[in-house]
């Protein structure tokens, strides 16, 4: 039997995926600002930032408000905790892509850089499994949940080089150092962004089979 | 346990259910050899004659029945229902439905008393109240007489039945918006019809029977009754002549006319049986 | 609450179409019989400021020597549903019940104080609390259909007793009754039961069927769905939530997760005064008083 108030629920799904959404133009927006040095650009991912802070709030509100109203158990309840993490994982992701797209801004006054390591790798890798934590999500699948956790050491991997790399350049050229500064923080931005995706994918684990799989060695990852 | 206790414990026990089983037996003894005797002496006199023809004028002679005796009581019955039942019925009412508990208290010590008040009283009662101003025996003293044995019956049963309606009901239709009559005769008397009906077979059973306060109300009659004004026969009138009488005729058919009278009350008890007994469909 | 974006999320008094295919506006009534001291409330209008159902100032209730109400003042809004909670004996029961004058059936009643129902005076001089209770409507815990009438009967019997004839008026209100209580077609071809055959949650249905046939403006609800068990007070649940948008519903509970699913507004009672009152979401989420925090929290006694 539905009764008059599930579709609450429905609408708490619908917010977190637009959130989704949001964060992973967000990311997507600030690595482009990076990467062509596009001032506009930046600006777009600052405003975008404010939006997302009022999805959480909002869905933080939702969740609250059914907790106390509806008493849900079962999945819903675990939908219920799944979708108030979720948006503050996404929420800080969004973030570090302001972030990023801030120190972008900063980079694009400053000058031309022509070397990025790394960087657009991790950025590729960070949209990926951002967009596959929130399609586990919204199809359901938990064994594309479970690629997340996975693939995250990779992007650990790539921020470790680029800290090895960028260090090097700064010990044989001062001058560069502001730059590389920077460099290093977006790399250490882009790394978080990753560990967001794989925790919402850990989450979707739960909704989806009930089982806390965070902290197991099943999805344990090595990195800084 | 040792074998002789559970012994001693199995003989008490037997006796135990033999002794119970002897009172059992001693109650309904009595009834049996009555309704036996009876069976023994009537039974034999039950023929057509007897439920269609008057009593003979000739005392000796032998033939004719109680077809007036019959018709009479049965008569008897129907003035006494119809005066005695809308009295009892609206008092049961009134004590169920509107009295305050003292008025209560009062009408019920007072029916109590009356339901004790022997039956000969009654017929006192009629003889003054109807059989002198009327200068005459009547049938219709004699329903009177037998109303008042039934008004303080019928109200007590009517009362217990109707107080046993859940108040649930009332409330419902309180809360409906259905004035307080409509809700007691559409709602409160319709379900319990059946315990009120169960009542008023019980008080007519009661009364079929009742001898004395017919006796110089409607005192009896050898034909056929014409008018409420015109005393009239009854069963246990007749009986009581006919099994005093000095004519063997006479007494056969008073054996009769007392297997005709039980086996009146014996439907009437059963009837009783059977509406109560019918279940509504849930 | 900020709204946000390009999705519309809905809001929290949104309510969903019918799952009844229903007639579910009342139909305009032939008035009944005699008409009504107390004449009928003007229909609701969706602008301004919200109609309210009841106004009740400074409201004491005695039995006798004994105070179950004290001075409570309280102003439950029209089209909406609106739950009294509490511990037992704190006197929701009987402030339901003053607001169809049932209270009054108990011996030694007498209050002090006033009410108002959608404007008129509910204890002026002259009113006769049976027309009042052909607009306010009760059910009550244990559903109580009359056993001797079929379920058709049942649903109309207020109707017929108070003088209505027009059958083909009357079959009209039936269907519409019975629909409006999600009834209908689990009963349709056997209108002609006794209305005792059917099973206990749509006997409560029955009951609720009966009440709205009268077309009364305001339902009174006293633990309606104590004796039910958990999917037959859900239905009734729905139908509360269906009939909220017509009527005003004023539901007394003792089941808070119940008074918190459905009411719009909570009102919390204790030892016969009002300690709280407020919209359901903030009675539950951020109660003002501590008494009414320990009570939902279950901490109370």
């Known amino acids: 039997m539905k009764r008059y108030f599930h579709h609450e629920l429905e609408d708490l799904r619908k917010h977190l995926i637009l959130m989704g959404e949001r964060t992973i133009d967000s990311v997507r ?8 040095e596009d001032v506009a650009t930046a600006g777009q991912v600052i405003a975008l930032d404010d939006e997302i ?13 059914y907790i106390t109203l509806r008493g849900p158990v079962a999945s819903d309840v675990r939908l219920i905790t799944v979708a108030m993490k979720a948006s503050h994982e996404l929420e800080r992701a969004g973030d570090e892509a302001t972030s990023i797209a801030k120190r972008a801004r900063k980079l694009a006054e400053k000058g031309k850089i022509d070397d990025f390591n790394h960087i657009p790798r991790m950025a590729d890798l960070a949209l990926e499994l951002l967009r596959d934590a929130m399609d586990s999500f919204i199809t359901e699948n938990v064994d594309k949940a479970h690629t997340v956790p996975r693939r995250d050491k990779e992007v650990d991997d790539l921020n470790r080089e680029n800290y090895v790399q960028l260090t090097d350049k700064i010990s044989l050229n001062p001058e560069v150092s502001h730059a590389a500064i920077e460099l290093i923080f977006i790399s250490k931005s882009l790394e978080r962004v990753a560990d967001h995706a794989t925790n919402i994918a850990e989450e979707v684990i739960f909704l989806l089979k009930g089982e806390d799989v965070r902290h197991t060695a099943e999805v344990k990852r090595s990195g800084m | 346990m040792s074998a002789t206790y559970d012994q001693y414990r199995k003989a008490k026990s037997h006796c135990m259910s033999g002794l119970a089983v002897f009172c059992a037996v001693m109650v309904v003894m009595p009834l049996v050899l009555v309704l036996f005797y009876l069976l023994k002496m009537g039974f034999s006199s039950l023929n057509w004659a007897f439920f269609t023809q008057l009593p003979n004028a000739d005392p000796e002679g032998s033939g004719g029945g109680m077809a007036n005796a019959i018709v009479g009581t049965l008569e008897l019955m129907v003035i006494a229902l119809v005066l005695g039942v809308p009295v ?12 305050g508990e003292k008025t209560n208290g009062f009408v019920r010590f007072a029916a109590d008393v009356l339901n004790g008040v022997p ?11 109807v059989v002198v101003p009327m200068h005459g025996y009547s049938a219709f003293a004699g329903g009177v007489a037998l109303a008042f044995i039934m008004i303080p019956l019928v109200l007590r049963t009517t009362e217990e039945v109707l107080v046993l309606v859940p108040g649930a009901y009332r409330e419902a239709g309180l809360a409906l918006g259905i004035p307080r009559w409509k809700i007691t005769v559409h709602i409160v008397l319709r379900t319990a019809f059946k315990g009120l009906v169960t009542g008023v077979l019980l008080a007519l059973g009661r009364i079929a029977g009742e001898t004395a306060p017919i006796l110089f109300t409607a005192l009896g009659n050898p034909n056929w009754n014409n008018s409420l004004k015109e005393p009239i026969a009854a069963l246990p009138i007749q009986i009581y002549y006919y099994a005093i009488s000095p004519f063997p005729d006479q007494n056969r058919q008073a054996w009769a006319g007392a297997l005709v009278l039980i086996g009146i009350v014996f439907l009437l008890s059963a009837s009783v049986r059977i509406i109560a007994g019918r279940r509504k469909k849930a | 609450m900020n709204q946000v974006i390009s999705i519309t999320p809905s809001t929290m008094s949104d309510r969903d179409k019918p799952a009844v295919d229903a007639v579910a506006a009342p139909t305009p009534v032939p008035t009944m019989k005699p008409m009504a001291v107390v004449p009928p409330s003007a229909p609701a209008t969706t602008a301004g400021p919200p109609q309210i159902a009841f106004d009740i100032q400074d409201l004491s209730i005695f039995y006798g020597a004994h105070q179950a109400i004290k001075n409570v003042s309280l102003q439950i809004t029209a089209h909406s549903v609106t739950a009294i909670i509490g511990p037992s004996g704190c006197g929701k029961s009987t402030l339901l019940r003053s607001l169809n004058r049932m209270h009054e059936l108990t011996p030694g009643a007498r209050h002090t104080g006033s009410i108002r129902i959608l404007g008129d005076d509910l204890y002026g001089p002259g009113i006769d609390p049976t027309v009042v209770r052909r607009r306010v409507g009760m059910i009550f815990q244990k559903s109580n259909p009359f056993p001797t009438l079929t379920i058709a009967e049942n649903v109309l019997v207020g109707l017929r007793l108070n003088g209505v004839r027009d059958k083909v008026f009357l079959n009209r209100r039936l269907e519409e009754s019975l629909r409006m209580a999600a009834l209908w077609d689990e009963v349709k071809d056997h209108l002609h039961r006794p209305g005792t055959s059917l099973s206990g949650g749509q006997q409560q249905r029955l009951c609720i069927a009966r009440a ?10 006293d633990e309606p769905c104590s004796a039910l068990d958990p999917i037959a007070t859900g239905k009734v649940e729905e139908l509360i939530h269906e009939l909220s948008r017509d009527y005003t519903i004023v539901i007394v509970t003792h089941n808070m997760q119940q008074a918190a699913r459905v009411s719009n507004k909570t009102a919390f009672m204790y030892m016969g005064k009002l300690v709280e009152y407020g919209e359901t979401e903030q009675i539950f989420m951020n109660p003002k008083d501590p008494q009414t925090e320990a009570y939902v929290s279950g901490r109370f006694g």
């Open chain 1, 29 to 36: 927006l600030a690595a482009q600002a990076l990467l062509s």
């Open chain 1, 53 to 65: 802070d009022r999805l959480e709030i909002l869905i933080d509100a939702e969740c609250i408000r």
């Open chain 2, 88 to 99: 009892g019925l609206l008092g049961g009412i009134f004590l169920s439905e509107y009295g």
């Open chain 2, 119 to 129: 039956s000969i009283v009654w017929g006192m009662v009629g003889y003054t109240l």
């Open chain 3, 212 to 221: 709205i046939a009268n077309r009364p403006e305001i339902l009174l609800m």
